[in-house]
């Protein structure tokens, strides 16, 4: 229940890498994850190249500002990938693609649930996440994928970054859950 309590989207990073020995430690996290009929099925990139992830992010925000209808969001996600300076990756250190190998059914809502095992395991670690759903879109392009040698059948479901955090961000609190006793 701790690290539920205090797992926030870290949106600021220090330079220090993440490790390939701790993104396989996340990445075992992730699979320990409920399936639909066990099927598990996920699969998984990461880059740990800072530089790297933000030459994605810069080509990521400009491909949404050319196709809006691909944003989602309405004029408030225009106005933040407008903003001098943003990074869609926020400059992390590593990024983790969740990936559904295929359109079974329930493949996306696995992929899901082993992403949030994932950025509750790094906040374990004090590791700050962020899952981007902005980046999806273009992650999920034909030619991106090429060029990440990811299987065109592939669909990335949750792209997360990771870094240890400048600082952990406060809580913004919850509302009441809605609950209808049936």
Same mark, same amino acid.
């Given at each position: =229940? /701790?690290?539920?309590r %205090?797992?926030?989207a870290? @949106?600021?990073y220090?330079d /220090?890498p993440?490790?390939?020995?701790?993104?396989?430690?996340?990445?075992?996290?992730a699979?320990?994850a409920?399936?639909?009929v /066990?099927? $598990?099925?996920?699969?998984?990139?990461?880059l740990?190249?800072a530089?790297?992830?933000?030459s994605?992010?810069e @080509?990521?925000r400009?491909w949404?500002l050319?196709?809006?209808a691909?944003?989602?969001?309405?004029?408030e996600a225009?106005?933040?990938?407008?903003k001098?300076g943003?990074?869609?990756?926020?400059?992390a250190?590593a990024?983790?693609?969740?990936? !559904?190998? /295929?359109?079974?059914?329930?493949?996306?809502?696995?992929?899901?649930?082993a992403a949030?095992n994932? =950025?509750?395991? !790094?906040?374990?670690e004090e590791i700050g996440s962020?899952w981007?759903?902005? !980046? @999806?879109?273009?992650l999920?392009?034909p030619?991106?994928? %090429?060029?990440?040698?990811?299987? $065109?059948?592939?669909?990335?479901v949750?792209?997360?970054?990771?870094g240890?955090?400048?600082?952990?961000?406060?809580?913004h609190?919850? %509302? @009441?859950?809605?609950?209808?006793?049936?």
């Amino acid at each position: =229940m /701790n690290v539920l309590r %205090k797992r926030r989207a870290v @949106r600021d990073y220090k330079d /220090n890498p993440i490790s390939r020995e701790v993104i396989e430690h996340l990445i075992g996290a992730a699979i320990l994850a409920p399936s639909a009929v /066990n099927l $598990q099925p996920w699969a998984f990139a990461a880059l740990l190249d800072a530089q790297r992830i933000d030459s994605y992010a810069e @080509r990521a925000r400009r491909w949404l500002l050319d196709n809006p209808a691909e944003i989602g969001f309405g004029d408030e996600a225009r106005e933040i990938l407008e903003k001098p300076g943003f990074s869609i990756f926020y400059h992390a250190p590593a990024l983790v693609l969740v990936m !559904a190998q /295929n359109p079974v059914r329930q493949a996306i809502e696995d992929c899901c649930l082993a992403a949030e095992n994932l =950025m509750l395991a !790094a906040r374990d670690e004090e590791i700050g996440s962020c899952w981007i759903g902005f !980046a @999806r879109p273009w992650l999920n392009l034909p030619s991106t994928k %090429k060029e990440l040698g990811l299987a $065109q059948e592939y669909c990335v479901v949750a792209p997360v970054v990771l870094g240890y955090p400048a600082a952990w961000p406060e809580s913004h609190g919850r %509302k @009441r859950p809605e609950i209808h006793w049936l």
